[in-house]
Structure formats: structure tokens, C-alpha cells
């Protein structure tokens, strides 16, 4: 049967539909921070990947891709330090966009302790390195990334992340239809061990009776029923959630309106064990009854 849509009677040809946007990753982050193990998991997802372009060459690729394979084929491009001069241009380019392509910055970052023994396990020079000492080169990279970092629609931090953890992380944020919607990740932490570097929202659940005195409870943690209701019947618990949650809502309503689809929100308490993690738990359920895509995470739990 002929579906061609009739002549307009004005004699004008109709408007075809646009084709939807295709997805384009950029991937990029501090030298050892995992962009290979990142970029090696979209390729098993089955994305196109180019590691180590010029920025100057990815609206080529995307062309190529999209003659070749069609937009439907997403597309992931490792550009970083290693492209010398032209890596400057990265952040000029992604703001200019490219048509055809819904665009993800997705920044890979650890501590310059880690970085230091991920480098020296690969027997490798810091491509900023120069003459000078290892940890040099990763704080030049640091101080060159800043700004990048700042622009970045997902932040990971792969400090405590072990290979098979960074890949689950990868394919939960890329791998699925989903990924269209905005994913709220909510992770409990201690503040002792430091804030998660990658958090756009921290809430401090100090302000909260801790379990940890209360003798029955202290071996147990914010995942049993009897710390979560300890934690979060209290008044002033219902009171933090009842104004809180809503604030995240409003919040990623922003975020996908300015193309922003990951939102990190903290939740410290002292050791990450029992107040963070009940109310990471409860905050997480609500959102969710909310109908956003939230998941909880504990970054913390079993340090102690």
C-alpha cells in the first residue's frame, strides 16, 4: 500500500518528520582513572568507540557513523590529555554541539593517590609529566581539567571502584533504553572517610540521634528495620524528608531541561552506617513513588 502522505493542496510538499538525535559519549577524565575499562564496557554494549581522538575529528566520526550505520548506532569517543594542543579545543567544540547528536560528557576521576599507583603499576609516563616528578603531571592534568569537570553531565569517581564495579556503573548509566531519563543516584557515606567528589547535592544527617548509642542497635546498620524506624519516625527526620524530597524533584526537572540526565544526591552522616543509610533508603523509595529512576547505593557500609 502507498503511504505517501497526498500533495499539500497549496501545492507544497509536506515536512518530513526529523529523525531523532543518536547518542554521543564523550568520555574523558584524569590518566588512570579508568577511561579504558569505561570505554571497553560501551564497546561490549555495543557502541561505536574511538579511543584517543582529536576533538577536531570527532564531528568526522559522528558523519561517518551516521552515513555508514545510521543514528540509531550510539557513539562513544575517548579524547583526553593525550591529544596535547588540541584537547584545548574539546570544551569549545562541545559547546558549538553537533546536530545530529544528543551529547553526554562523562568525566572519570580518583585520587591523586590512586592515580599515582595506577600510573607506576603501568610503568607509564604521565602525558603531562614532562621533566618533572609523576604526581607533577597528574596536578597539571587536575588544574587543566578543572573547568571541563565543571561541565561534565556525569561525574564518576572511581577511587574506590574496582574494575568490575566501574563497569556495572558504566552499563547502569549507558547501556539500557532508560538512559533517556534522568538517573538519581542517592549514596550514603561517613563523613569521616570524606564527601563522595562526585555528589551535586550533600545533606548532613548528623543532626539526627545516632543509633551507635543505643546499645541493641549498634551492630546493625540503616538496612534493618529496626535503625530505619529508630532513624526516620522521628519528627524531625519526617520534617527533613517532607522538605527535601521536593527540592530533588525540582531540581531534576532542571536537569533534564538543560540536558542534564545524572544527578548525585550524598547523605553523610558520621561512619555511613546507620543514619545515611536509612535515609538514603527512605529518600530513595520516595523518589521513586515520585516516578523518577532512583537508586541507592552505599559507599561506606561494612568500613567499620
Given at each position: 500500500?502507498?503511504?505517501?502522505?497526498?500533495?499539500?493542496?497549496?501545492?507544497?510538499?509536506?515536512?518530513?518528520?526529523?529523525?531523532?538525535?543518536?547518542?554521543?559519549?564523550?568520555?574523558?577524565?584524569?590518566?588512570?582513572?579508568?577511561?579504558?575499562?569505561?570505554?571497553?564496557?560501551?564497546?561490549?554494549?555495543?557502541?561505536?568507540?574511538?579511543?584517543?581522538?582529536?576533538?577536531?575529528?570527532?564531528?568526522?566520526?559522528?558523519?561517518?557513523?551516521?552515513?555508514?550505520?545510521?543514528?540509531?548506532?550510539?557513539?562513544?569517543?575517548?579524547?583526553?590529555?593525550?591529544?596535547?594542543?588540541?584537547?584545548?579545543?574539546?570544551?569549545?567544540?562541545?559547546?558549538?554541539?553537533?546536530?545530529?547528536?544528543?551529547?553526554?560528557?562523562?568525566?572519570?576521576?580518583?585520587?591523586?593517590?590512586?592515580?599515582?599507583?595506577?600510573?607506576?603499576?603501568?610503568?607509564?609516563p604521565?602525558?603531562?609529566?614532562?621533566?618533572?616528578?609523576l604526581?607533577?603531571?597528574?596536578r597539571?592534568?587536575?588544574?587543566?581539567?578543572?573547568?571541563?569537570r565543571?561541565?561534565?553531565?556525569?561525574?564518576?569517581?572511581?577511587?574506590?571502584?574496582?574494575?568490575?564495579?566501574?563497569?556495572?556503573?558504566?552499563s547502569?548509566?549507558?547501556?539500557?533504553?532508560?538512559?533517556?531519563?534522568?538517573?538519581?543516584?542517592?549514596?550514603?557515606f561517613?563523613?569521616?572517610?570524606?564527601?563522595?567528589?562526585?555528589?551535586?547535592?550533600?545533606?548532613d544527617?548528623?543532626?539526627?540521634?545516632?543509633?551507635?548509642?543505643?546499645?541493641?542497635?549498634?551492630?546493625?546498620?540503616?538496612?534493618?528495620?529496626?535503625?530505619?524506624?529508630?532513624?526516620?519516625?522521628?519528627?524531625?527526620?519526617?520534617?527533613?524528608?517532607?522538605?527535601?524530597?521536593?527540592?530533588?524533584?525540582?531540581?531534576?526537572?532542571?536537569?533534564?531541561?538543560?540536558?542534564?540526565?545524572?544527578?548525585?544526591?550524598?547523605?553523610?552522616?558520621?561512619?555511613?552506617?546507620?543514619?545515611?543509610?536509612?535515609?538514603?533508603?527512605?529518600?530513595?523509595?520516595?523518589?521513586?513513588?515520585?516516578?523518577?529512576?532512583?537508586?541507592?547505593?552505599?559507599?561506606?557500609?561494612?568500613?567499620?
Amino acid at each position: 500500500m502507498d503511504r505517501t502522505p497526498p500533495p499539500d493542496p497549496a501545492g507544497e510538499q509536506p515536512t518530513p518528520p526529523e529523525e531523532p538525535l543518536g547518542e554521543l559519549v564523550v568520555l574523558t577524565g584524569m590518566t588512570g582513572a579508568g577511561r579504558s575499562t569505561a570505554a571497553k564496557e560501551l564497546e561490549d554494549l555495543g557502541w561505536f568507540v574511538v579511543d584517543n581522538l582529536p576533538p577536531e575529528l570527532v564531528d568526522d566520526v559522528v558523519a561517518l557513523v551516521d552515513h555508514s550505520r545510521g543514528r540509531e548506532q550510539p557513539v562513544a569517543v575517548v579524547v583526553d590529555t593525550r591529544a596535547g594542543a588540541f584537547f584545548e579545543t574539546l570544551q569549545e567544540h562541545l559547546a558549538l554541539g553537533i546536530p545530529s547528536r544528543r551529547t553526554t560528557l562523562v568525566y572519570l576521576e580518583a585520587s591523586d593517590d590512586l592515580l599515582v599507583r595506577r600510573q607506576e603499576a603501568a610503568r607509564r609516563p604521565h602525558p603531562l609529566q614532562g621533566s618533572g616528578r609523576l604526581l607533577d603531571g597528574i596536578r597539571r592534568e587536575r588544574a587543566v581539567m578543572a573547568s571541563l569537570r565543571g561541565d561534565a553531565d556525569l561525574v564518576v569517581d572511581t577511587t574506590s571502584l574496582n574494575v568490575h564495579q566501574l563497569k556495572n556503573r558504566v552499563s547502569r548509566a549507558l547501556g539500557a533504553p532508560e538512559r533517556l531519563r534522568l538517573q538519581v543516584t542517592v549514596v550514603s557515606f561517613g563523613f569521616k572517610y570524606g564527601i563522595p567528589v562526585d555528589s551535586d547535592l550533600v545533606a548532613d544527617m548528623r543532626f539526627l540521634p545516632n543509633p551507635y548509642w543505643v546499645p541493641e542497635l549498634r551492630a546493625l546498620t540503616g538496612r534493618d528495620t529496626e535503625v530505619a524506624d529508630y532513624v526516620t519516625d522521628r519528627a524531625e527526620a519526617q520534617r527533613f524528608l517532607e522538605r527535601y524530597v521536593p527540592v530533588v524533584e525540582v531540581l531534576s526537572e532542571g536537569y533534564l531541561r538543560e540536558g542534564k540526565r545524572f544527578m548525585t544526591v550524598a547523605i553523610g552522616c558520621t561512619g555511613g552506617k546507620h543514619r545515611s543509610v536509612a535515609m538514603t533508603e527512605e529518600i530513595t523509595a520516595r523518589l521513586r513513588s515520585l516516578g523518577l529512576d532512583a537508586r541507592a547505593t552505599h559507599r561506606d557500609l561494612g568500613r567499620e
